[in-house]
């Protein structure tokens, strides 16, 4: 075969490699309402996925306090990967971990940003804020570049390299450790993954509740 035509070949090969599908999932508790802040992962299976992956670029975590609240209440990171915590209010405050999991404590002065350590475990990393108690939060750690977020209709659409396949991952701080929490194995590209929840979500933390809108510490 001529070189040309092998270098053709070739070159066709690795695009069709390139290319990326979507895969939408739908999350949705006993009742059928819709959750929100599922963090949803898809780690790779096929040997071209697992090769995709080390050089694959994860979404960028970032987690704002403002108005003496994190926000997002949750948000995913890639292990080996950081978590950004800009301060939006007037005021500081001091952004630290409640999980041995990974221990940190930043003091996030107003209007800076703190950028947390690298994740070196997977998992969920409750978060808290050590001059506002009410302040709670999560940040999870997965072990794939490919995750996201369902937001407040229970969706979220995941770009993944195509004709790969992946096992799915689902968390979410109100869903109990009973609930099956992955799925069987799925090739991009593909439709919508809908989950049904069975189990009741577990109580939600009042958060407007513990505020002290008279706290300006």
């Not at 009742?31 to 694959?56: F, H, M, Q, V």
């Not at 007037?90 to 940003?113: N, R, W």
Request: charged residues 15%; proline residues 6%; contains cysteine.
């Amino acid at each position: 075969m001529p070189l040309f035509i092998r270098s053709l070949i070739l070159l066709l090969f690795s695009i069709s490699h390139c290319w990326a599908a979507n895969i939408s999932f739908s999350v949705v508790d006993k009742d059928n309402n819709p959750l929100a802040d599922a963090i949803i992962s898809l780690t790779p299976t096929s040997e071209g996925a697992i090769k995709a992956a080390a050089t694959a670029a994860a979404p960028v975590a970032q987690m704002t306090q403002s108005n003496k609240q994190f926000n997002p209440h949750v948000v995913a990171v890639q292990q080996g990967h950081k978590v950004h915590f800009p301060n939006e209010d007037s005021i500081k405050h001091q952004v630290y971990s409640l999980s041995e999991l990974q221990q940190f404590d930043l003091t996030v002065e107003a209007g800076a940003t703190e950028h947390g350590p690298q994740m070196t475990s997977t998992g969920a990393i409750n978060i808290g804020c050590n001059i506002h108690d009410w302040m709670q939060a999560y940040v999870y750690v997965v072990d794939t570049p490919w995750f996201g977020q369902t937001d407040a209709d229970g969706l979220v659409s995941i770009e993944l390299p195509d004709n790969e396949t992946f096992s799915w991952q689902l968390w979410h701080p109100r869903v109990s450790s009973e609930e099956a929490h992955s799925g069987g194995l799925i090739q991009a590209p593909y439709g919508q993954v809908d989950i049904i929840l069975k189990s009741a979500l577990l109580p939600a933390y009042d958060e407007a509740s513990d505020f002290d809108d008279f706290d300006d510490y």
